[in-house]
């Protein structure tokens, strides 16, 4: 952890304090009340009730630890780098056990219903910029407020090079949010399974890293705190935003990302079946799972650092791009991530944002929007179209070691 500078690491240790003083419950890896969430308030309906934060993926790691116990994960990588369509059959050559893996879980589940996907994907496209925003900067900033996620991604091999770790993600990101998501030329399932060998592959290499300490990383607790940093979280802003939105719009959007936490292996007896039951199980699994880590604060550095940089043609700059993500996550995470405060700018967006939003939604005249809005939607819409990009030119593929350095 040599790069991470020692400032930044006192700074991390002060907020901690802080916490602690402030009578709040100490963050990360705190959770000492027992699992309460209800199963009944699930997709399965019915359950064992099991602690998810041990819980991982009974059927992927054993199957990804033997891809590397018998050294095929380049090959497979090789193998798979053109399978990229829902309906396209998997290459020849790939190990029994891996193509049997792939076979049985790039199905859709039993309760996914076309309907509400067709209805979810129109939703995704009229409310693109939304959901990129929210999903893409907001996700991201709370990501590295989540100390087991923060660090995993910091000593995976991707901690090192960000930009494609950050366009790769968002391969799944723009998958999902696809007019042909789920259906047959989409490529939704294929990027979900992708992802699963991937968590798989880091639940392996991870612990092998000198500078890992703690449990087996990526347990359906951690990937249900991540789920509810993107749908859950993107769904209260919206409604904070008064962004106009049907019950169905809102249903199908659920949905779709239930069947992506299935596809990514959670256990339907842990996927909420209604928005109530996410809000609660968001509750009850966000903050104990919250909280600063000198890793975290260097990510959003790098993150924001590259929001800055891509937008710029757009006339944005660092400032605009600081208040930004603190317009889009609450003070106390702003504060963890150690996101520079930025007063004109900050009131600025406060101001413009919902103009915008209203603007969007067709319920005021261009007029009526002030030039500097369009800085703000000019900056968004170079990241969301820099990171399309970027996208294209990669793929998902298993990583063969951790971060190197
Ligand atoms: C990789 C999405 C949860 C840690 C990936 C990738 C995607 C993805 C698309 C492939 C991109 C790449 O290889 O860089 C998701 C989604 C999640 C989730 C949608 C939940 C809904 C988590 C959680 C953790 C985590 C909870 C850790 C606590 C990682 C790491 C990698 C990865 C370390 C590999 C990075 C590398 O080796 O470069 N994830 N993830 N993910 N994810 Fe997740």
């Not at 990360?28 to 602690?51: E, F, I, K, L, N």
């Not at 399978?83 to 076979?103: C, H, K, M, V, Y």
């Not at 060998?197 to 092998?208: D, E, G, S, T």
């Not at 006339?315 to 317009?327: C, E, H, K, T, Y």
């Amino acid at each position: 952890m040599a790069e991470l500078s020692r400032r930044k690491m006192l700074l991390s240790g002060g907020a901690l304090g802080a916490l602690g003083v402030m009578g709040m419950a100490v963050p990360a890896q705190a959770r000492t009340a027992p699992w309460a969430w209800a199963p009944s308030g699930s997709m399965a309906g019915t359950g064992v009730g099991a602690d998810p934060r041990w819980v991982w993926d009974e059927e992927a790691d054993p199957v990804v630890a033997a891809l590397f116990e018998r050294g095929q994960v380049p090959e497979v990588n090789r193998l798979l780098w053109d399978w990229n369509r829902n309906d396209q059959p998997l290459p020849d050559g790939l190990p029994a056990d891996l193509r049997d893996f792939i076979e049985r879980n790039r199905q859709l589940p039993s309760w996914a219903d076309r309907r509400k996907l067709e209805t979810a994907a129109e939703f995704n496209k009229s409310r693109g910029l939304y959901l990129n925003l929210l999903n893409g900067v907001g996700g991201g900033m709370l990501s590295t407020a989540i100390p087991k996620e923060a660090r995993s991604v910091y000593y995976s091999a991707g901690g090192a090079d960000m930009e494609d770790r950050v366009a790769k993600t968002s391969i799944l990101g723009f998958a999902v949010g696809a007019l042909n998501a789920y259906r047959p030329d989409g490529t939704c399932m294929v990027n979900s399974v992708k992802t699963r060998l991937v968590h798989a592959a880091v639940r392996h290499l991870l612990p092998q890293s000198p500078h890992w300490s703690g449990d087996i990383p990526i347990s359906q607790e951690d990937i249900l705190v991540t789920w509810h940093t993107l749908p859950t979280y993107a769904m209260r802003k919206m409604l904070e935003w008064k962004v106009p939105m049907s019950a169905a719009d809102r249903d199908a959007y659920l949905h779709v990302w239930q069947v992506t936490a299935h596809m990514l292996g959670v256990r339907d007896e842990y996927i909420p079946a209604t928005w109530a039951a996410a809000n609660a199980q968001s509750d009850q699994v966000l903050p104990p799972n919250m909280g600063p880590t000198p890793e975290g604060v260097e990510l959003t550095d790098i993150l924001l650092g590259q929001l800055a940089e891509q937008t710029s043609p757009g006339g944005i700059s660092r400032p605009l791009v600081n208040a930004l993500a603190r317009f889009l996550v609450d003070e106390q995470v702003a504060e963890w991530d150690q996101i520079p405060r930025e007063p004109f700018w900050e009131g600025t967006i406060r101001t413009v944002w919902p103009i915008l939003v209203r603007f969007r939604e067709g319920l005021i005249p261009l007029p009526l929007v002030p030039e500097i809005a369009w800085t703000v939607d000019e900056a968004l819409r170079q990241y969301i179209l820099f990171f399309l990009t970027k996208g294209q030119e990669t793929k998902i593929v298993i990583p063969t070691g951790n971060r190197p350095n």
